[in-house]
């Protein structure tokens, strides 16, 4: 199983970014498709996950400012991120969930998101 992501990078306080994640090797339903970040220094944090029958969550955090999209028949999934801060910053992680969103299965390797104010 491979998560792979990409769409990572700098920007300056208030861009945007998009985050995807190609997977290969997976079950042909995944039950959550996920992101994680992780600052310097911090514990890895949960920033949103979107289910297969179409729920998103989110955390507080980011509300109104991302959106994950997933497309089931790939098994890919995308974070669109809007009016991006500082403490955005951090390694963002794919992960994939196959029965329950509160069990993650596997991890990609991560990319770089870095915000300057």
């Known amino acids: 199983v491979q998560l792979v992501e990409s769409g990572g990078g700098s920007v300056q306080t208030g861009g945007s970014l998009r985050l995807s994640c190609a997977t290969s090797g997976l079950p042909s339903r995944v039950y959550c498709l996920s992101w994680f970040r992780q600052a310097l220094g911090n514990e890895r944090e949960w920033v949103a996950s979107s289910k297969v029958h179409g729920k998103t969550d989110y955390v507080d955090s980011v509300k109104g400012r991302f959106t994950i999209s997933r497309d089931n028949a790939k098994n890919t999934v995308s974070l669109q991120m809007n009016s991006l801060n500082p403490e955005d910053s951090g390694t963002y992680y794919c992960?994939?969930?196959?029965?329950?969103?509160?069990?993650?299965?596997?991890w990609g390797q991560g990319t770089q998101v870095t915000v300057s104010s």
């Open positions: 992960a994939a969930s196959v029965r329950t969103c509160g069990v993650t299965d596997y």
